[in-house]
């Protein structure tokens, strides 16, 4: 089971922090990743933000996001964060995060790379 947290309500150039936990069996997970829903865009549209593989700790980042986002974990605490700064407007969304059991760089903006999904967590910037 993943819950996300940590959205909120931040002004434009402001930061957030979010986390994902992961509870239950998580040896099988191989790495963790982010995406993000815009407003009233539905799940098929649902956007690659970022993957960390979890026995090496390397992020990947999709292009619009990197230099502003940081994914990071915490093995210790089966926790995966997403340090987000230099917010913009238009990183208003809903953030989610996933699980995979089996990671391949290659795919790994693909949805169904991903086993299992979070709740989400709203993150709203204003201008």
């Known amino acids: 089971q993943l819950q996300a947290s940590g959205g909120g309500f931040v002004q434009a150039g402001g930061s957030l922090r979010l986390s994902c936990a992961a509870s239950g069996r998580t040896d099988s997970v191989d790495a963790m990743a982010w995406f993000r829903q815009f407003p009233g865009k539905a799940y098929k549209d649902r956007l690659f933000?970022?993957?960390?593989?979890?026995?090496?700790?390397?992020?990947y980042y999709a292009v619009d996001v990197e230099g502003r986002f940081t994914s990071s974990r915490d093995s210790a605490k089966n926790t995966m964060y997403l340090q987000l700064n230099s917010l913009k407007p238009e990183d208003t969304a809903i953030y989610y995060c996933?699980?995979?059991?089996?990671?391949?760089?290659?795919?790994?903006?693909?949805?169904?790379?991903?086993?299992?999904w979070g709740q989400g967590t709203e993150v709203t910037v204003s201008s």
């Open positions: 996933a699980a995979a059991r089996r990671f391949d760089v290659a795919v790994m903006t693909w949805k169904t790379t991903y086993d299992q």
């Open positions: 933000v970022s993957a960390i593989k979890w026995s090496s700790g390397k992020p």
